[in-house]
């Protein structure tokens, strides 16, 4: 549990000086997918063509993999849209971290592509 909560910290800082009262951990072999070249382009924005229609779900462009995770980030960058369309700025959503490692060191390489 130690290892969970040190990695949601270093995600959200505010969790560290949180006191955990109960807490499960439940480990979902192959939940998230593996996707393929070209699949980023392909999910949809939460903003739509249709005027007061938004979109949300782990299947939208999030910036994160198909995850429970990603549908959450897709729920609040919806809101973020609907309040900005009423004329309110909020920023709901925490900013995708950066990629580290192999993969970010080819991302920065080539900027734009999935």
Do not use: N
Not at 77 to 83: C, H, I, P, Q, S
């Amino acid at each position: 549990m130690a290892r969970t909560l040190k990695e949601i910290a270093d995600f959200t800082p505010e969790v560290a000086a949180a006191q955990l009262r109960h807490a499960r951990v439940h480990r979902v072999p192959m939940a998230v997918a593996a996707p393929v070249p070209g699949t980023e382009r392909r999910r949809l924005p939460q903003r739509t063509t249709v005027p007061g229609l938004w979109l949300a779900g782990d299947w939208t462009r999030t910036g994160l993999p198909c995850s429970m995770e990603s549908a959450t980030r897709a729920g609040l960058l919806a809101a973020e849209g609907v309040l900005a369309d009423r004329g309110t700025a909020a920023r709901l959503a925490l900013p995708v971290p950066e990629t580290a490692g192999l993969i970010g060191l080819l991302r920065r390489r080539r900027p734009g592509r999935d």
